[in-house]
């Protein structure tokens, strides 16, 4: 590791990160086996509530623009207390949400508030890491993180058993305020006043001219957008495609889903104990390969009324990849931008979110007839995330040559 940390400290920041960066899968994952029940409950159909995913995604993107900028203006702890905050708040108010329009609403806010977790952890980590120990620090953080997705849909349908979706974001209050006290105590602030941005609005403005002029970054960050892309296509989808037209129970799709993100840990694990061996890109290219794999064999399987026994592999192969592509590419895309780790990092995350949002209702754009759509959906994004790696980033060294910085970007 770049920076002197005791072990202790080492361990504190891995668990506060990693429980950080859990917000998006927290929030989404956790209602996933209630969506079928929510759409009864609230009077609506498939796809407007699919429009519940796609409001929170759409404040996931938007929200780490804001507070990505204002990070590196006013220091990282001031932005993700503030958002802890309104991410609590907007989670209650989402548990008395009198209509499917006012749950909308609240997604949209409770996703814009908890953005602030998401893209100001990956700051920090730039913060204190540079070159590998980047994309070694982000898969140990999966150790944490990667508990969300396994965990949150069994939660959520074992919730469901004694009480209704409501209580799912109950629980999510919950989760808020202790990760509200957790970073309040244990999360120092990692950017110091003399490494901040200064300058007003067009200095805000500017980091991200630079980011959307470099190539690499912008082949880096489709990469892993269209990558996740994929990845919500099965969030958004796989409650109706398992529940309405494969008969899975909700607790069994609870445990389904856990098993594919129990790839994601399993694989960004692989990749920690590979990283100084064969380097970040390779590793990458990998997880895109296997992503690819998985999306074009789902579309097989579904065109041709496979069951789910070969369905269920299909997408563990394009969720596990996750595990490859999200430490790598991100490591990759900000290697050479330390001084702007924020807008940075939040320029990953509007590309994952707005892609996320733009596909997850076109999966339930049939209703739940069929599962083609969401196989088309991810088939498609898979290859495209394999394309663009291949034609905007073939120019960039080999990650042992990257640069490597100190802490303050010299």
Do not use: K
């Not at 993107?61 to 309104?86: E, H, I, K, N, Y």
């Not at 909308?104 to 409770?110: A, E, K, S, T």
């Not at 140990?140 to 004694?162: K, R």
């Amino acid at each position: 590791m770049t920076t002197s940390m005791s072990g202790s400290e080492r361990l504190r920041l891995v668990l506060i990160i990693g429980a950080l960066s859990a917000f998006g899968p927290l929030s989404i994952d956790m209602y996933l086996p209630a969506l079928p029940s929510l759409a009864q409950d609230l009077g609506g159909t498939e796809s407007v509530v699919q429009l519940t995913l796609t409001a929170f995604m759409l404040g996931l993107a938007l929200g780490q623009l804001v507070a990505g900028s204002l990070s590196d203006a006013m220091g990282r702890r001031r932005p993700l207390l503030v958002g802890l905050v309104f991410y609590t708040a907007a989670s209650l108010l989402c548990a008395v949400s009198p209509s499917i329009v006012a749950l909308i609403l609240l997604r949209f806010i409770q996703g814009a508030a908890g953005a602030a977790g998401i893209v100001i952890a990956r700051a920090v980590v730039r913060d204190h890491f540079t070159g590998n120990d980047v994309a070694r620090f982000f898969s140990l953080t999966m150790l944490v993180n990667g508990l969300a997705p396994i965990l949150a849909p069994i939660i959520g349908g074992q919730i469901l058993l004694f009480t209704s979706w409501r209580g799912i974001f109950v629980l999510l209050t919950v989760v808020g305020a202790v990760m509200l006290t957790a970073v309040t105590f244990g999360l120092p602030e990692s950017l110091p006043v003399e490494r901040r941005r200064t300058g007003g609005l067009s200095a805000s403005v500017a980091p991200f001219r630079r980011l959307a002029a470099d190539r690499v970054f912008v082949g880096y960050a489709l990469a892993m957008g269209l990558a996740f892309g994929a990845m919500f296509a099965y969030i958004s989808g796989s409650p109706f495609v398992l529940e309405d037209i494969y008969g899975v129970s909700p607790q069994m799709f609870g445990l389904f889903f856990g098993v594919n993100a129990l790839g994601i840990v399993m694989v960004s694990q692989v990749g920690v104990r590979l990283i100084e061996r064969v380097g970040s890109r390779l590793l990458l290219a990998t997880g895109l390969g296997t992503a690819v794999t998985g999306g074009l064999l789902l579309l097989a399987v579904v065109t041709l009324g496979g069951g789910l026994a070969v369905i269920l592999p299909a997408l563990f192969l394009v969720v596990a990849s996750i595990g490859l592509t999200s430490p790598n590419a991100t490591a990759l895309a900000m290697a050479d931008h330390p001084d702007i780790a924020g807008s940075a990092s939040a320029l990953l995350g509007l590309t994952q979110f707005i892609i996320g949002a733009l596909v997850a209702p076109l999966v339930g754009i049939a209703g739940n007839a069929t599962a083609v759509p969401m196989a088309v959906v991810i088939a498609s994004l898979t290859v495209g995330a394999g394309a663009v790696f291949v034609l905007l980033t073939r120019a960039t060294p080999r990650p042992q040559e990257l640069p490597q910085r100190n802490a303050s970007g010299r």
